[in-house]
């Protein structure tokens, strides 16, 4: 299996809402990654998981709270977000990050195209 | 700071004719740089990769990529395009980070496929 999959593919939510996001591999992969890409430009580096834990938080806002259940598995549960928030949120895994692996090939999932009201 | 440039913004090109997206990135020693093609409201999808060794590399859909070190470059080439490649095109690196997980993207290029 070489997939990374998301659910849901698209998300339409008011500003109060709670809602999650899901990702999942089953490549064995220890490094998730969270991206958020708006039209036009190229993905934004939200969130590093590595071996489960929190490597790299890119300074987003708390309202976007990341979680890794397991090594397979990374959610993205949202809060409260602003209708600027309105992106394509991706999910990548690695065989990386480590000090031996020496490189970052990314397989990515197909998004969620999330839409604030 | 490491940067990967792609300096055309938007190409268009005729199906059945040749392609060159440019790519240049910033960094001393030999990097890892990447291809990713993304179709529209899809995820990115990885082309090719160079990580050392032979400059001319070879990936799917029948692009390659050259590495140049003396122009700083990693340009993606296809010798005929087809209407299916309309796509963005991003190329990355983790410049001198690569144990980090952090892939610095070019901007991307827009390519479009008249008939």
């Known amino acids: 299996d070489t997939e990374v999959t998301q659910t849901p593919k698209h998300l339409v939510m008011g500003m109060t809402n709670k809602k999650s996001l899901k990702c999942e591999q089953h490549?064995?992969?220890?490094?998730m990654y969270w991206y958020k890409q708006k039209a036009k430009k190229p993905p934004e580096l939200m969130f590093v998981?590595?071996?489960?834990?929190?490597?790299i938080n890119e300074s987003v806002p708390s309202r976007f709270s990341p979680e890794c259940p397991n090594s397979s598995l990374l959610n993205l549960h949202l809060h409260a977000l602003q209708p600027e928030d309105s992106a394509l949120y991706l999910c990548?895994?690695?065989?990386?990050?480590?000090?031996?692996?020496?490189?970052?090939?990314?397989?990515f999932g197909p998004g969620t195209r999330l839409t604030v009201l | 700071a490491q940067s990967v440039t792609q300096p055309d913004i938007h190409i268009t090109v005729s199906e059945g004719a040749s392609l060159e997206l440019r790519c240049n990135y910033s960094?001393?020693?030999?990097?890892?740089l990447f291809w990713y093609v993304q179709s529209p409201g899809q995820g990115l999808q990885l082309l090719l990769k160079y990580f050392s060794g032979d400059t001319l590399v070879q990936g799917i859909k029948g692009f390659e990529a050259e590495f140049k070190r003396s122009q700083s470059s990693f340009n993606l080439r296809k010798p005929s395009v087809h209407w299916s490649d309309a796509a963005e095109y991003f190329c990355?690196?983790?410049?001198?980070?690569?144990?980090?997980?952090?892939?610095?993207f070019g901007q991307g290029t827009t390519l479009q496929v008249k008939p």
């Open positions: 490549m064995g992969h220890r490094a």
């Open positions: 990355a690196s983790p410049g001198g980070s690569s144990n980090t997980g952090k892939l610095i």
């Open positions: 990548a895994s690695s065989q990386g990050p480590s000090l031996h692996s020496g490189y970052n090939e990314q397989f």
């Open positions: 960094y001393g020693a030999t990097p890892y």
């Open positions: 998981y590595s071996y489960e834990k929190l490597s």
